[in-house]
Nanobody, 125 residues
Framework: QVQLAESGGGLVQTGASLRLSCAAS????????MGWFRQAPGKEREFVVR???????????DYADSVKGRFTISRDNAKNTVYLQMNSLKPEDTAVYYC???????????????WGQGTQVTVSS
């Protein structure tokens, strides 16, 4: 199994950028489909992006429409870490962001087996 730990959240103004990190331990991120989700207060957990890599190849990357063109997922094999670069942040991006890993993972949270503890992102207007 894999353990996930997110970091990099914070309080920023509208239009700013943040980079979230998801450090994995136990198994390599290439063993799983990796996803980022977010959850705002009083709302359900929302899909942000999912990706799968194999060796040096990217098998797929799939973004939610709400973040397409602003957010970018990437990985660093040497650090066994997945990143979420978030640009042009908006107040509606405010949420706790979670990293997740699954063997056969789609857009739904239930298809992910492993989750990090989350990191808060707050975007002020």
């Amino acid at each position: 199994q894999v353990q996930l730990a997110e970091s990099g959240g914070g309080l920023v103004q509208t239009g700013a950028s943040l980079r979230l990190s998801c450090a994995a331990s136990g198994r390599t991120v290439s063993s799983y489909a990796m996803g980022w989700f977010r959850q705002a207060p009083g709302k359900e957990r929302e899909f942000v992006v999912r990706a799968r890599w194999s060796g040096g190849s990217t098998l797929y990357i799939d973004y939610a429409d709400s973040v397409k063109g602003r957010f970018t997922i990437s990985r660093d094999n040497a650090k066994n870490t997945v990143y979420l670069q978030m640009n042009s942040l908006k107040p509606e991006d405010t949420a706790v962001y979670y990293c997740a890993a699954g063997l056969a993972a789609g857009r739904g949270p239930s298809s992910y087996n492993y989750w990090g503890q989350g990191t808060q992102v707050t975007v002020s207007s």
